[in-house]
C-alpha cells in the first residue's frame, strides 16, 4: 500500500545558517517510520543538506530543473548536477512557477521526462485557481493538467511520481480547502488514473495536497482515504509545525 509522504517545500526561503539551523532541528526529531519525510531547500543550499541529511529520515528534493541536458541556459539547473550531488528528487510544476515563470503543461511534460530518465523521483503539482473553481471548472482543469503533462507515461514511470493537488487559492492565503474538498478533488484525481491506467496503478499512487497545511488542520485532511500526505509551504519552515505536521500523517 502508498506509504504517507509529508515534503517541505521552502520556497525562496533560509540563507545558509538558517538552513543548517532548519536541518539540525529536523534531525533531531524522531518521525514515524509510516511517513517518508522530504525538503526541498534552495538551490544553493542542495550540497549542504544533502551532506548534512546522509543517514537520517529526511530525503531532499530540488523546487525546479531545467529539461535540458546541458548548455547555454543561463540560471537553469540540469538534472545531471542534481544527480551529481546525490539529489534524487525534484518538485516539477508549482503552481509558483507556473504563474511567475511561464511553465506550461508542455514545458512540464519536457521535465517529466527528463527527470524520469536520470531516474528521479518527481512531486508533480497541480491544481486550479480561485475563478476556476468559482466557475465549477476545477475537475476539467486538473484532467487537464494531469493529462498533458502525464498520462502518456508508460505504467511502469508511475513508481516515480507523486502527485501534489495544490489549489492556488489555498496556497499562502491562509485558506484550505476543506477536507472534504481534499477528498473530493483527490478521489476524483485516482478516479481518472484508474481509467487511464488501471485501479492497482491508481492505488499505489500517493496523492498529496499542498496549501495553507498547518498543524492545526493536518490531521483532518490527511485522515480523508485518498489524501496521502501534504505538501507544505509557509509551515515548513519550522521545526516545529513541520514535526507536528508530520505526525498528523
Ligand atoms: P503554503 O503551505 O505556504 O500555503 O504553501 C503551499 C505550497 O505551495 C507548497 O508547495
Same mark, same amino acid.
Given at each position: ?5 509529508? +515534503? ?9 545558517r ?5 536541518i ?27 551532506e ?6 529526511l530525503?531532499? %528534493?530540488?523546487?525546479n ?6 548548455? +547555454? ?6 538534472a545531471?548536477?542534481?544527480?551529481s550531488?546525490?539529489?534524487?528528487k525534484?518538485?516539477?510544476?508549482h503552481?509558483?512557477?507556473? +504563474? ?12 517529466? +521526462? ?34 498533458? %503533462? ?15 493537488y ?24 485516482? %478516479? ?10 491508481a492505488d ?11 498543524? %492545526? ?7 480523508q ?5 501534504g ?19
Amino acid at each position: 500500500m502508498r506509504k504517507k509522504i509529508v +515534503a517541505g517545500n521552502w520556497k525562496m526561503n533560509n540563507n545558509k545558517r538558517e538552513t543548517a539551523d532548519l536541518i539540525q532541528s529536523l534531525k533531531s526529531l524522531s518521525f514515524s517510520s509510516e511517513v517518508r519525510v522530504m525538503i526541498a531547500p534552495a538551490f544553493t543550499h542542495l550540497v549542504q543538506v544533502e551532506e548534512m541529511t546522509q543517514g537520517s529520515r529526511l530525503e531532499v %528534493a530540488a523546487q525546479n530543473m531545467n529539461a535540458a541536458e546541458s548548455g +547555454a541556459f543561463t540560471g537553469e539547473v540540469s538534472a545531471s548536477m542534481l544527480q551529481s550531488i546525490g539529489v534524487k528528487k525534484v518538485i516539477l510544476g508549482h503552481s509558483e512557477r507556473r +504563474a511567475y515563470f511561464n511553465e506550461s503543461d508542455a514545458s512540464l511534460k519536457d521535465k517529466v +521526462a527528463t527527470a524520469l530518465s536520470y531516474d528521479m523521483e518527481i512531486i508533480f503539482c497541480f491544481g486550479e485557481e480561485l475563478a476556476q473553481r468559482k466557475d465549477n471548472t476545477h475537475f476539467d482543469v486538473v484532467k487537464s493538467q494531469l493529462s498533458a %503533462a502525464l498520462f502518456e507515461l508508460s505504467p511502469s514511470a508511475w513508481s516515480k511520481i507523486i502527485l501534489a493537488y495544490e489549489p492556488v487559492w489555498a496556497i499562502g492565503t491562509g485558506e484550505t480547502a476543506s477536507p472534504e474538498q481534499a477528498q473530493e478533488m483527490h478521489a476524483y484525481i485516482r %478516479a481518472l488514473i484508474a481509467e487511464q491506467y488501471d485501479q492497482t496503478l491508481a492505488d499505489a499512487v500517493s496523492i498529496l495536497y499542498g496549501g495553507s497545511v498547518k498543524p %492545526a488542520n493536518a490531521s483532518a485532511i490527511f485522515s480523508q482515504t485518498d489524501v496521502d500526505g501534504g505538501l507544505i509551504g509557509g509551515a515548513a519552515l519550522k521545526a516545529d509545525d513541520f514535526s507536528a505536521i508530520v505526525q498528523s500523517a
